[in-house]
């Protein structure tokens, strides 16, 4: 089946620090990926919907400016948290969706900010 | 709009008994349904999903779901609980006309698992 990687699985970094995950679709290309955070205990929330030369779309409540995404090619979206602080601790998940429009996850990033 | 009801947060089975999850769903159009399970600190992996067709679908390990139109639900159930469907389980829907992109997720259930 599709692969969906996460780089990396966990950081750790400073407050006030930038932080880039990377979201690839290994053996596919992805048109629009999608860009998840999971609270402890909690569902998936989805934070924005990436397509592939076009800005992101952003969920209600989901400052653009502190969640950077860019989606430069059809396998490669990158989420950049800006200037971290210790409530942007979370897991953070993405999906990729194929030509079929199946939804393929990636392993998650754990960031803690300290 | 669409959404999902995950009742019960956490369900504790003996092992070898049956396991039910209920997922109920709301949609303005019909629905495609899922079932994704997650292990600690790891991402999603797809169990079943229904799109059309059968109503009652299988998936990897055992699982399956019957899509009941009537009663608005996706229940996931496996006959025999193993120690390893210990987890966190997620019912999704997205509108089969994908006039909305989103996969709406439910809160999830934890699964525990009783040797």
């Known amino acids: 089946g599709a692969v969906v990687s996460q780089h990396p699985s966990r950081v750790i970094c400073k407050s006030g620090t930038s932080v880039k995950i990377e979201c690839r679709s290994l053996?596919?290309?992805?048109?629009?990926m999608f860009w998840y955070r999971q609270f402890p205990k909690k569902s998936l929330m989805l934070m924005a919907t990436?397509?592939?030369?076009?800005?992101?779309?952003?969920e209600q409540g989901v400052e653009k400016d502190k969640f950077l995404i860019n989606h430069a090619s059809l396998t490669l979206s990158t989420l950049t948290v800006t200037s971290a602080h210790p409530e942007d601790s979370s897991f953070y998940i993405c999906?990729?969706?194929?030509?079929?429009?199946?939804?393929?996850f990636g392993p998650g990033t754990r960031l803690t900010v300290l | 709009a669409q959404s999902v009801t995950q009742l019960g947060s956490h369900v504790s089975v003996s092992e070898g008994a049956l396991v039910l999850l209920r997922c109920n769903y709301s949609?303005?159009?019909?629905?495609?349904l899922f079932w994704y399970v997650q292990y600690p600190n790891q991402g999603l992996q797809l169990l079943l999903k229904?799109?059309?067709?059968?109503?009652l679908v299988k998936g990897i390990n055992g699982f399956e779901a019957e899509f009941k139109k009537s009663e608005t639900s996706f229940h996931l159930t496996k006959p025999s609980a193993h120690m390893s469907d210990a987890a966190e389980y997620f019912c999704?829907?997205?509108?089969?006309?994908?006039?909305?992109?989103?996969?709406?997720f439910g809160t999830g259930t934890r699964l525990t698992i009783i040797p």
């Open positions: 949609s303005s159009v019909p629905p495609y």
């Open positions: 990436s397509n592939e030369g076009s800005k992101a779309t952003y």
């Open positions: 999704a829907v997205i509108p089969s006309n994908f006039g909305n992109e989103k996969l709406t």
């Open positions: 999906s990729a969706r194929d030509k079929e429009r199946k939804q393929f």
């Open positions: 229904y799109t059309t067709g059968a109503t």
């Open positions: 053996d596919f290309q992805a048109t629009t």
